[in-house]
C-alpha cells in the first residue's frame, strides 16, 4: 500500500509507494540504457507476465471470436501502482504538522499500440488516434470515481526519462487531490481571467499565431504546437487546441485527427533532429471536478531530456535554458517531418 | 548576455543564458559519466584555463611571499555565466502577458579545496569550515549589491547530478528576483507562524528530535539531520541548525565546527551505504533584503541522485518516492561514518 504525504513547508504532497521499489530498475540504475527483449516484452501480450493484466479494459475492444481480443491499445492496470483504488481514502494528521492520505487512487498503464518497436514518430495516424481516444476514455472512466480529484496522463520515452520498458506506453494516474501544478496554474489563470475578462490560453494562442512564426512548430486546423516564451528546457515543446476547451475529454472527431497529425509531424521533427530523444510527455486539463471553465484550457507539454536538472533549479525552482526557444522553434519548423 | 523570462501560466521564471549552450557538455550527452583528468582541470590552478579566473576573491586570501597563492578554497566567476554584473537591471513585457528582465546577476564557482579528488566525505573539518566560511562570504558579499534579491549557493556532485567537472566546487548564483520556491516557502511559514505564534521549523525540529529517532540521521550540539517527512526522492536529507536563525551569514565558531561535523558524518553515511551517489545540495536561507525573520530558519537539503523524475513527477509536481524516510533514517543511522 502507499501513503500520500504533504511537506509542512511547501504544502506540496508526494506519494510513498515503497512497494515500487522491488522494480529493480527504479534505483540504483540512472546510468544503463537498454532495450527491453521483445521475447521478454509483458506488453507484447506474450509469455506469464502477461497473464495477470490481461483482464483489463481494452481498446476499441472488439473481439472476433479468435482467442485473443484484436486490440489497438489496452488499459492495464500497473504492475507496481503508486496509488491503489481498493484502499479507502482517509486523512489524518500528526500533532497538526504532518498531514498525510491514504494511498487511494488509481495507476495503469497504457500499451499504446501491439507493435513492440514503435514510436510516437513512427506511428500511423489511425492508431494515433486510438490512443488520443483511450486517454479521452479514461478521463470519463475516472470521473465516475467520487473519490479521484484529478487524472494526469503522461509518457516517459526511453530510460533518460524514466521509462523502464521499451514497448510504446503511456501512464494514467488518478489522484485524490489536485496536483500542485495543477492548482497554481489554475489560481494565476484565473485571476488573469479575473484582471482581462479572456483566457491567458487563448490570448497566448492569438499572440503566437500572430507572431511572425517566431516560436511556432507546427499548425493545422484546430491544433497549434509551438515552443513556450519561458520554455524551461531545451525545445520544450506545447500543443493546445486553438478553440477554447478545458478538457480533451470530448474531442471532437476533426480534432482528434488534427491532434494525431499534430503528434505524428511534432514527433517526427524532434527524432530527426535530435537523434530520437528521450522525453515526457504530459496532458494538463482541468480537474475532474470542475464544471466547464472559461479560463482553463487544456494542453499537452513535451520536456524532451537533452540536459539534467541540476541543484539550481532543484534548490530555486528557476530553470536555466540554453536554447531558447525562438531557436528551437526554427529548427523544428525546418526540419521536415516526412521520415 | 541572458535574459530573465516569466511564464505566463505558473508565473514561474525561467533564465534563457544561451551562451552556456557553448559548454558541449550541457547538451545530448546526458548519458556519459566522466572524470575531468587533473592535468586538464581549471580548479586545479595549473594552465592556461586558471589564468582569467585567478584575480578573483581567495579564502583566506593570505599570500605568503611564494609565487603562488595558497588557498583553501576560491571564488571564481563561472566561466559560462548563466546572470552578469555587469548587465543593467531592466524590465519589460510583451503585450502585457510575456514578462522579461535583463540576465543581471551573479554566478560564480567555489573551488572548495586545492586537492583534485577530495569529497565532502573525505576532507578534514578544517576544510570544510573553510568552505562554509566562503559560504557566508558570499552572503555578505552580495548582501552589498542593491539590485540582488536572492543568494543560492549550491551543489552538484557527479555527472548525474549535473556536474561538468569532477574538481570539489560549488555554485553561487545571485538572482534580482527571489525564487519561487523560496517565495513559497515565505508565505507558506508565514501564514504558519500567524496561525500558531511559531516557527513551522523550529516545531518540525522538536517532533524529530523527540520523536524516537524515527527520522534522525545525525545530531550534535547544534545541528540536526534528518530525513524529511515529505521526503520527494529516496534518502533526501535536510540540515538545519537547533537554533532559530534566518540566514547562515553570520554563524558562531561553534556552530561552523558543528556544521562541518555534520556535512562529514552526512557525507560519510552517504558515501558508505550508497557507494558515494550523485547528488545536489542547496542552502536556503531568507531572502537578502528581508530584516531577521521569526518565521524562517535556514536549512540545507541534500538530494542524493537515484532515481530519475519522469513524466508524473513533471507534469503535476508531486514525487513518487519508493522509500520511506524513515528507512531511509534508519539505514544512515546504522552505517557507521567512519572510513
Known amino acids: ?95 497538526g504538522l504532518y498531514h498525510f492520505l491514504s494511498g487511494t487512487g488509481g495507476h495503469e498503464v497504457i500499451v499504446d499500440s501491439p507493435a513492440h518497436d514503435e514510436t510516437f514518430a513512427t506511428m500511423s495516424l489511425d492508431q494515433l488516434r486510438a490512443i488520443i481516444n483511450t486517454y479521452a476514455h479514461r478521463y470519463k472512466f475516472w470521473k465516475l470515481d467520487p473519490r479521484i480529484a484529478y487524472v494526469l496522463v503522461f509518457r516517459n520515452y526511453k530510460r533518460a526519462a524514466g521509462a523502464s520498458l521499451s514497448h510504446p506506453h503511456s501512464q494514467v494516474i488518478a489522484t485524490p487531490i489536485i496536483p500542485p501544478r495543477i492548482s497554481e496554474e489554475m489560481d494565476q489563470v484565473k485571476d488573469y481571467y479575473e484582471q482581462n475578462d479572456s483566457c491567458v490560453f487563448c490570448d497566448i494562442l492569438k499572440l503566437e499565431m500572430e507572431d511572425k512564426a517566431k516560436r511556432k512548430v507546427f499548425e493545422n486546423d484546430t491544433m497549434f504546437a509551438f515552443c513556450p516564451f519561458a520554455s524551461r528546457i531545451p525545445f520544450e515543446i506545447c500543443i493546445a487546441p486553438k478553440e477554447h476547451e478545458g478538457s480533451m475529454k470530448n474531442l471532437p472527431k476533426n480534432q482528434v485527427q488534427d491532434l494525431a497529425e499534430t503528434l505524428s509531424a511534432v514527433f517526427k521533427k524532434l527524432a530527426k533532429l535530435l537523434n530520437d530523444p528521450a522525453y515526457n510527455f504530459s496532458i494538463h486539463v482541468a480537474p475532474l471536478k470542475t464544471p466547464d471553465l472559461v479560463y482553463y484550457h487544456w494542453h499537452i507539454e513535451i520536456l524532451p531530456r537533452l540536459t539534467i536538472a541540476a541543484g539550481f533549479e532543484w534548490g530555486s525552482g528557476i530553470y536555466i535554458n540554453v536554447v531558447s526557444p525562438e531557436k528551437a522553434a526554427k529548427e523544428l519548423r525546418e526540419t521536415d517531418e516526412a521520415f
Chains 1, 2 share one sequence.
Open 1 to 95: 500500500m502507499s501513503e500520500i504525504r504533504r511537506d509542512p513547508i511547501s504544502k506540496s504532497w508526494i506519494i510513498l509507494a515503497t512497494e515500487r521499489a522491488k522494480r529493480s530498475s527504479d534505483f540504483m540504475e540512472i546510468q544503463r540504457e537498454e532495450k527491453t527483449a521483445k521475447s521478454k516484452c509483458p506488453f507484447c501480450g506474450k509469455g506469464e507476465m502477461t497473464e495477470p493484466l490481461d483482464s483489463f479494459a481494452v481498446w476499441p475492444g472488439e473481439r472476433v471470436g479468435e482467442e485473443k481480443p484484436i486490440w489497438k491499445t489496452r488499459v492495464l492496470p500497473n504492475k507496481f501502482p503508486a496509488l491503489y483504488p481498493s484502499v479507502e481514502l482517509v486523512q489524518d494528521s500528526e500533532k
